[in-house]
């Protein structure tokens, strides 16, 4: 489907292979955004262009835009949605306008260290296997003032995980939960034309991920590269976890978070078996196990007390600790909230589909 748009475009230059994107989307930015654009023009490999989109702000988002498209050395395009298409039709809409080989997903609030694109080209030179590089991120405030923690450090990243990752196995901790930030990373124009269109299911970050996942590898910089502002309007953003905010993750969702888990195994399988093929048997195997253990969680019931038979058979038979958050996963399902309705309608469909 197209979408109506204005927009504005500098004189192209030659580029230089492998070509680089930056894929920068924007929606009521006007505060930080100028300044995060200077840090494209400063990198010390600069983008061969840059696409902007700004998705139907209602602030002076645009016009910020074209006037460091008119300035800048750099070929930059900017175009405006006439209507709101939030952010994970914005970020997919945007890549779908770049042309580099390589696409940097960008957010319209952050700074990016001057070698920033240099050392995220580096693994997709040395290794044609590598399909997706993200990095660390300092946590900083409104001001570019240190929060004292990284990205990495929210998430909570595991040396088990690491080791995953740098392993070859990334695969096997995105069924999990997503540990790559799309502002901080980078993936071939394969990743986007495979992954695309990006289903609701999914964060668009998650997606790619998991799309590099299934036909390469992923490598992760330990470096923050990218100044990660949280300043209250983030529409995702990432904070230290302390005690409160773990309970309330656990327990404050709306009891659907079971059949979300379930709706993303589904429509991972699918893109999976298109993708892969019988080529690699072991990862589809591994998939259709995620996906029985998403069926057997979906089906627990509203009542805490009837709930304790499906949670000791998924923990004796090892399926909380092999597909999903092992502990942080049984205290969800025994003691938070699942929806009345939700479990009604998915233990209806287990039943049927077993």
């Known amino acids: 489907m197209s979408v109506p748009e204005q927009s504005l475009t500098t004189a192209p230059r030659s580029s230089r292979l492998p070509s680089v994107s930056v894929a920068l989307c924007v929606y009521n930015g006007e505060r930080y955004l100028e300044q995060q654009v200077e840090s494209l023009f400063h990198q010390t490999r600069c983008p061969d262009e840059i696409v902007a989109v700004d998705d139907a702000s209602s602030d002076r988002s645009f016009a910020i835009l074209q006037a460091l498209a008119r300035?800048?050395?750099?070929?930059?395009?900017?175009?405006?949605?006439?209507?709101?298409?939030?952010?994970?039709?914005?970020?997919?809409?945007?890549?779908?306008?770049?042309?580099?080989?390589?696409?940097?997903l960008c957010d319209q609030d952050d700074f990016w260290e001057r070698e920033k694109t240099?050392?995220?080209?580096?693994?997709?030179?040395?290794?044609?296997?590598?399909?997706?590089?993200?990095?660390d991120a300092a946590l900083v405030d409104a001001d570019l003032r240190s929060l004292e923690a990284t990205l990495f450090d929210a998430l909570e990243l595991t040396d088990g995980e690491r080791r995953s990752e740098d392993g070859g196995s990334a695969y096997e901790v995105l069924l999990k939960r997503n540990i790559v930030t799309g502002a901080t990373a980078a993936v071939r124009?394969?990743?986007?034309?495979?992954?695309?269109?990006?289903?609701?299911?999914?964060?668009?970050?998650?997606?790619?991920?998991?799309?590099?996942?299934?036909?390469?590898?992923?490598?992760?910089?330990?470096?923050?590269?990218?100044?990660?502002?949280q300043h209250g309007r983030n529409q995702i953003g990432a904070q230290q976890p302390g005690l409160k905010q773990k309970l309330r993750k656990l327990?404050?969702?709306?009891?659907?978070?079971?059949?979300?888990?379930?709706?993303?195994?589904?429509?991972?399988?699918?893109?999976?078996?298109?993708?892969?093929?019988?080529?690699?048997?072991?990862r589809l195997q591994l998939l259709d196990r995620t996906l029985r253990h998403a069926k057997a969680r979906a089906a627990l019931p509203a009542e805490h007390w009837r709930r304790m038979p499906g949670v000791l058979r998924e923990m004796v038979n090892g399926g909380y600790f092999r597909y999903s958050?092992?502990?942080?996963?049984?205290?969800?399902?025994?003691?938070?909230?699942?929806?009345?309705?939700?479990?009604?309608?998915?233990?209806?469909?287990?039943?049927?589909?077993?």
């Open 71 to 104: 300035r800048s050395s750099i070929p930059m395009r900017v175009h405006r949605n006439d209507a709101n298409l939030g952010y994970r039709r914005n970020f997919e809409r945007a890549m779908s306008l770049t042309r580099g080989d390589i696409i940097f």
């Open 118 to 135: 240099e050392r995220c080209l580096r693994p997709f030179l040395d290794d044609a296997a590598v399909m997706l590089v993200h990095t």
């Open 189 to 229: 124009r394969a990743v986007y034309e495979r992954a695309a269109p990006f289903p609701d299911e999914y964060v668009h970050d998650h997606w790619l991920a998991l799309t590099a996942s299934l036909t390469g590898r992923l490598v992760r910089i330990d470096e923050a590269l990218v100044h990660y502002r």
């Open 251 to 282: 327990f404050g969702d709306e009891g659907d978070h079971q059949l979300r888990f379930l709706a993303r195994q589904e429509r991972l399988r699918q893109r999976a078996a298109a993708l892969m093929g019988p080529s690699q048997p072991a």
């Open 325 to 354: 958050r092992g502990w942080i996963s049984i205290v969800r399902d025994f003691f938070g909230p699942i929806d009345a309705r939700v479990a009604l309608g998915n233990r209806e469909s287990w039943a049927s589909s077993r």
